[in-house]
């Protein structure tokens, strides 16, 4: 398999896959995969990669879990995210 190189990660990111990685007891690099495929909308079964039913780009609110305001306000961001510029947005560097 190739490898690729991540340059330019965050203090907040990396700390993040390491809890991630003790809590789960998983190798931080496991837990980077895992990240990756969710995020780009893959999952493993078995062994085989396949395109999940998600669509890469989409975000979930959690079902049954927010109220009727919390569900509003979360669908307004996801919708002001969606036509952002990237300027407008957060780089995460300092």
């Known amino acids: 398999m190739p490898d690729i190189m991540i340059r330019h990660i965050d ?3 990396v ?6 990685a003790k809590e ?3 190798a ?4 980077v ?12 079964s078995a062994g085989l990669l396949a395109e999940s ?14 109220d009727a ?12 995210l969606s036509v952002a510029r990237p300027e407008q947005l957060a780089t ?3």
């Open 53 to 66: 039913s998600r669509e890469s780009k989409e975000l979930a609110a959690p079902a049954n879990e927010w």
């Open 24 to 26: 789960r007891q998983l």
């Open 11 to 13: 203090r907040l990111m």
């Open 33 to 44: 995969l895992q990240a990756l495929r969710h995020g780009l909308g893959v999952s493993e």
């Open 92 to 94: 995460g560097r300092r």
């Open 28 to 31: 931080v690099n496991d837990v």
């Open 15 to 20: 700390e993040r896959i390491k809890m991630l």
């Open 69 to 80: 305001s919390e569900q509003a306000a979360f669908k307004e961001a996801m919708q002001a």
